[in-house]
């Protein structure tokens, strides 16, 4: 039995497994796209986690060191298993999401993007960054493949075991 079989089996909590999954694989990707991008635009890595924590602790999570750098990475994968338990919730009661993972993972992706962006950012407490289109379309790229793709995927697998 591979990993993925042991996952995503009917005996051991499908649900939870495939959340725990898809949750990990889209942190762990959309984390490695932030940090290769924002390293090419100057941004140390401890200062994205950091801007991250940003969003609960204010502008302070800057003078927390690598304390808070954690809490960022927290609250990112805590985000990552938000959006998968949506995705996943949202399979059980659209049959089109399983049926049609590719087009529902990139619409996903595209969706939590500008959830993020337009709802969830302006009422955190990060700083906010003028308007980039440049920035803009690398984020809809990364949120589509790094973030929805992955969770339509690996739900789909497991749903269909």
């Given amino acids: 039995m591979n990993l993925t079989s042991a996952l ?11 959340i725990l999954r898809a949750g990990l694989t889209c942190g762990t990707m959309d984390i490695t796209a932030a940090l290769v991008v924002y390293g090419y635009f100057g941004r140390p890595p ?13 502008s302070r999570s800057f003078q927390g060191g690598l304390a808070t750098a954690m809490v960022g990475l927290f609250c990112h994968f ?3 298993f938000s959006a998968a338990t949506v995705y996943l919730t ?8 399983l049926e ?19 709802i969830v950012v302006p009422l955190s407490g990060a700083i906010k960054y003028p308007f980039s289109l440049q920035m803009m379309v ?3 790229v990364i949120h589509i493949f790094c973030i929805g793709l992955p969770i339509a995927l690996v739900v789909r697998r497991c ?3």
Avoid: D, E, K, T
């Fill in 8 to 18: 995503c089996s009917p005996q051991s909590s499908n649900l939870l497994l495939a």
């Fill in 46 to 58: 401890m200062r994205l986690l950091q801007g991250i924590a940003a969003g609960v602790l204010g």
């Fill in 78 to 80: 805590f985000i990552a």
């Fill in 90 to 97: 949202a399979s059980r009661w659209i049959p089109f999401v």
């Fill in 100 to 118: 049609h993972a590719v087009i529902s993972g990139a619409l996903y992706g595209v969706a939590v993007y500008f959830f993020m962006n337009r």
């Fill in 138 to 140: 690398i984020g809809v």
């Fill in 159 to 161: 749903s269909m075991q």
